[in-house]
């Protein structure tokens, strides 16, 4: 469903991406794993347009759009949600609000249909009667699951999670990891997860891919990450501090 083709991206002259290649079949969860400052946020925002290549392409269905026109870039993104490392709620916007969003702008839904989205998007991810609550009454786990409502309110069939166990604490992480292949199985999306977490990494993906010094070095199956060759990838999946990623 996604194909990244020699994606290059550089800051203020230091390189961050340097060519990465990478495709995710439909429907399947990807993992992109690498330590902090890799690149992998870097990664997603090329992935819904909110960054553009220096060069290289990126493919949804075979359709090359990293060069399509503004709004022609702006359809592609409303195919996917965004699940934010801190959740990126509106402050001054109830929950209801914030979860609206999105439909609001960029639908043509009327009230009352806003209205039953809105209530079906809180409630698949286990929210109830939380409609009017501002987001400091909530707690990290409940932004969380608010981000990932807004995320899925108009039914996107890509969902972009950016870190989403960062800041709350473990339980309520795996919850949020449960409704992640709970949204794979009940709407069929393809997911994209960044994270450095391996326990959710083991338990959230079909393929992991892990990103080092700009490129993917590594793709395969839990299974197959877990007894790769790669003394980068070990190190990494294990969390050692001895060998060679010198920087971490």
Request: aromatic share 6%.
């Amino acid at each position: 469903m996604i194909r990244i083709v020699g994606l290059h991206k550089t800051f203020g002259g230091k390189p961050v991406l340097q060519g990465v290649d990478l495709e995710i079949a439909r429907g399947e969860v990807m993992v992109v794993i690498g330590q902090s400052g890799s690149g992998k946020s870097v990664l997603l925002k090329h992935l819904i347009g909110l960054l553009a290549p220096d060069r290289g392409e990126i493919y949804i269905d075979d359709r090359e759009v990293t060069c399509l026109p503004r709004q022609a870039r702006l359809a592609v993104a409303r195919r996917f949600g965004y699940l934010f490392q801190g959740a990126a709620l509106f402050d001054s916007l109830t929950v209801a609000e914030n979860v609206a969003f999105g439909l609001e702008r960029y639908t043509t839904f009327g009230r009352d249909e806003i209205r039953q989205r809105v209530t079906e998007s809180l409630e698949r991810v286990g929210l109830r009667g939380v409609e009017d609550l501002m987001p400091h009454e909530l707690s990290g786990g409940m932004k969380k699951r608010v981000g990932l409502a807004r995320a899925i309110a108009y039914r996107p069939e890509i969902i972009l999670y950016d870190e989403p166990s960062t800041g709350i604490d473990p339980i309520r992480a795996d919850s949020i990891n449960d409704l992640i292949l709970q949204l794979k199985r009940e709407l069929g999306v393809t997911s994209v997860v960044i994270t450095h977490d391996m326990v959710i990494t083991f338990k959230l993906a079909d393929r992991i891919a892990m990103l080092y010094e700009g490129r993917i070095i590594e793709v395969g199956s839990p299974a197959e990450i877990k007894v790769s060759a790669n003394p980068v990838v070990q190190q990494f999946i294990h969390g050692r501090a001895t060998g060679p990623i010198k920087d971490y």
